[in-house]
């Protein structure tokens, strides 16, 4: 799957802590890597990213911090879990 990144979001906060620990609470998973195909980083956020698809909706995943301030779309492994960043579906 591919995704787009939300980049200039850094100011948004949540009740979490932080994006990361947000993505975590949420989906029920940790990880110590990113989501990007081929990318072994380890300094990993929460990211706040769109699918490459007609949804427009904001979701979280963990990327590094190389990855997060990317333009273009990037690809992501099968299998990541997307947390919606809407802080009224989720930690409100």
Same mark, same amino acid.
């Given at each position: 799957?591919?995704?787009?990144?939300?980049?200039?979001?850094?100011?948004?906060? &949540? #009740?979490?802590? /932080?994006?990361?620990?947000?993505?975590?609470? $949420? /989906?029920?998973?940790?990880?110590?890597?990113? /989501?990007?195909?081929? &990318?072994?980083?380890?300094?990993?956020?929460?990211?706040?990213?769109? #699918?490459?698809?007609?949804?427009?909706?904001?979701?979280?995943?963990?990327? &590094? #911090?190389?990855?997060?301030?990317?333009?273009?779309?990037?690809?992501? $492994?099968?299998?990541?879990? $997307?947390?919606?960043?809407?802080?009224?579906?989720? &930690?409100?």
């Amino acid at each position: 799957m591919k995704v787009k990144n939300i980049n200039g979001t850094s100011d948004n906060l &949540c #009740k979490c802590g /932080s994006w990361l620990n947000h993505w975590e609470k $949420f /989906s029920g998973r940790t990880t110590i890597f990113c /989501s990007e195909k081929g &990318c072994t980083r380890t300094d990993i956020v929460g990211a706040h990213v769109q #699918k490459a698809t007609t949804d427009t909706k904001w979701y979280i995943i963990p990327l &590094c #911090k190389a990855h997060n301030t990317a333009t273009g779309e990037l690809e992501i $492994f099968e299998g990541t879990v $997307f947390v919606s960043a809407n802080k009224s579906e989720t &930690c409100g």
